[in-house]
C-alpha cells in the first residue's frame, strides 16, 4: 500500500529565512497531495495542495512542488514569521483509496 | 457555512468503560474520517464512512466502532477503554471523493483513568 515519508521530523530556522519539508511516497497512482498546519492545541487545516496535473502551486509565501517521476513534493515557506512555528503534515492519495495517507509530521520552529 | 462539529470536546473516562463520540460533517459533505492523535504522534487512520457505508478502515482493534446515519452525522464508540486510549480524536469530513479536501472538527480529547 501507499507510504509517505516527510523529513524533517523537526526544523528550526531563523525568523525570515526559508524552510523546506520534504515528503515522498510510493504509490505512482497518487495524485492529490495536501498539506496541513497544526498549530498548539488547534485542528489540522489545509494551507495548500497540489494535484497530479501540476508542478507547482503558489499562494503568498507558501509553495508546493511536485515531481512525479521521483515519487516527492516538498512545501517551501519563504520569509518565515512566528506564526508559522506549527506541525506541518503532508499527505498523499488517489482517486481508489478511501484513506489519506499521512506523513509523520514537521514541527516547525521560528526563531526570533 | 459552518463547519465541521464534534461533542463533546473533552471526556473523561475509566478504564473498561465505553465511549461514544459525535461528528456532524460540514453541510452538503457526505464522506466523514475518524483520526486517532497522541501526544507528538501523527494522524493515525481510524476508518472512513460514506452515504453510511465504511469504505476503509485503519489496523486498529475491534474496540473501536464507528458508523454514519443518513444525515451524514457519525459517531465513533471505543469498548473496554484502556490507557492508552487516551487521545485527540480527530474527524474530518469532506464532499464524497477520495481526493476531495477534508475539513477537520476540533477534536475530542478522551483521557483514560
Known amino acids: 500500500g501507499e507510504n509517505v515519508e516527510q523529513h524533517p521530523s523537526t526544523l528550526s530556522v531563523q525568523e525570515g529565512d526559508s524552510a523546506v519539508i520534504k515528503c515522498t511516497y510510493s504509490?505512482?497512482?497518487?495524485?492529490?497531495f495536501p498539506w496541513y498546519k497544526q498549530e498548539l492545541g488547534k485542528r489540522p487545516q489545509l494551507i495548500i495542495d497540489i494535484r497530479s496535473n501540476v508542478g507547482e502551486k503558489k499562494d503568498q509565501r507558501i509553495a508546493v512542488t511536485l515531481n512525479k517521476t521521483a515519487k516527492h513534493f516538498s512545501l517551501h515557506i519563504t520569509e518565515t514569521q512566528p506564526e508559522d512555528s506549527a506541525v506541518y503534515f503532508c499527505a498523499a492519495n488517489s482517486d481508489s483509496n478511501y484513506q489519506l495517507i499521512w506523513g509523520a509530521g514537521t514541527k516547525l520552529i521560528i526563531k526570533p | 457555512k459552518a463547519g465541521v462539529t464534534q461533542t463533546p470536546r473533552y471526556l473523561i473516562k475509566t478504564r473498561g468503560q465505553q465511549v461514544t463520540l459525535s461528528c456532524s460533517p460540514i453541510s452538503g459533505h457526505r464522506s466523514v474520517s475518524w483520526y486517532q492523535q497522541t501526544p507528538g504522534q501523527g494522524l493515525q487512520f481510524l476508518f472512513e464512512?460514506?452515504?453510511?457505508?465504511?469504505?476503509n478502515k485503519g489496523n486498529f482493534p475491534g474496540r473501536f466502532s464507528g458508523r454514519q446515519f443518513s444525515n451524514s452525522r457519525s459517531e465513533m464508540n471505543v469498548s473496554t477503554l484502556e490507557l492508552g486510549d487516551s487521545a485527540l480524536y480527530l474527524c474530518?469530513?469532506?464532499?464524497?471523493?477520495?481526493?476531495?479536501?477534508?475539513?477537520f472538527g476540533p477534536g475530542t480529547r478522551l483521557t483514560v483513568l
Open positions: 464512512y460514506f452515504s453510511e457505508t465504511q469504505r
Open positions: 504509490d505512482s497512482a497518487s495524485n492529490y
Open positions: 474530518a469530513s469532506s464532499p464524497k471523493n477520495p481526493t476531495d479536501t477534508q475539513y
